[in-house]
């Protein structure tokens, strides 16, 4: 039987990794790496770094290019099924011709590989009966970045909102407490009632913190991210949302 590992590997920093996932790189015959071209050659080099540091025999990597996503469409939900597809015919493919009988391959996965992720879906498609498949979870940037603010994500008994960018700016908050990825829009600007904890390329050493009521600090943001990102060429960045109380704010 082969054996596929899906390893969440942490947010950014090598730090991140758990020692379940450091015993879990030490099991792999093969990585799978999608290449997703060369703006995010940090996050390659974090990869290679780990593979480095925690391999225990020999091992090979196999790199595939990631498939484009058609960004251009309006048809959103058809262009990310699409991508999927294609996405999960080279998984396939990978897992059949580069994995032989009794070895383990490991798909490395930004974060925690439960969140805003298609690796798991894409292998529990992709299976056949020829392999078997366990899931590793990994420090998610959420963790990451309410650790950094020394803040927590949930209030007492209270739910919070776990969304995108996109579904911000379509939908509005929906709750007072509301974590944020996936935004290429800035969504929250305007969104004076809330509070905001902001943080880009979290756990790396380029990592930056903003915190502040939104409409004190969301140009500030805005400025921020648009500069970090023309230096870098690429930007991850996260963010919490907690709704001021009026009591904070009497005069509001
Ligand atoms: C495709 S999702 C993957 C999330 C990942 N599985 C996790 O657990 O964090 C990518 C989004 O995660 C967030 N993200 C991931 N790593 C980050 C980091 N180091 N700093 C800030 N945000 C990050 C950003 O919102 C980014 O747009």
Redesign the pocket.
């Known amino acids: 039987m082969k054996r596929v590992l899906i390893i ?1 590997i942490g ?2 920093d090598p730090d991140h990794l758990t020692f379940q996932a450091a015993k879990a790189i030490a099991a792999a015959d093969v990585f799978f790496v999608l290449d997703k071209g060369e703006v995010k050659g940090d996050l390659v080099r974090l990869r290679q770094h780990l593979i480095e540091t925690h391999a225990a025999g020999p091992y090979r990597i196999v790199t595939e290019q990631d498939p484009e996503r058609d960004r251009t469409t309006p048809a959103y939900a058809a262009a990310v099924e699409d991508w999927r597809a294609r996405r999960a015919a080279i998984y396939g493919r990978l897992i059949r011709e580069e994995l032989a009988d009794g070895q383990t391959g490991a798909f490395l ?9 298609s690796t798991i879906a894409i292998v529990e498609e992709v299976a056949d009966g020829s392999f078997e498949y366990a899931v590793v979870p ?1 420090i ?3 963790a ?2 309410t650790a950094r603010h020394r803040t927590s994500l949930t209030q007492v008994a209270r739910p919070v909102h776990l969304t995108t960018g996109r579904r911000l700016a379509e939908d509005g908050p929906g709750a007072d407490d509301v974590l ?4 290429a829009r800035t969504a929250f600007d305007g969104l004076d009632d809330f509070h905001i904890y902001w ?6 050493p380029d ?1 930056i913190l903003i915190e502040g009521p939104v409409a004190e600090v969301a140009e500030q943001i805005k400025q921020v991210r648009a500069e970090a990102r023309a230096r870098k060429g690429w930007i ?3 963010y919490l949302l907690r709704r001021i109380r009026k009591a904070e704010h009497p005069e509001s």
């Open positions: 969440g947010a950014g996965v930004w974060g925690d590989p439960g969140l805003y992720d990994g998610s940037s959420v990451a970045l944020v990825m996936l935004d943080g880009a390329y979290l756990g790396t990592e991850m960045d996260t």
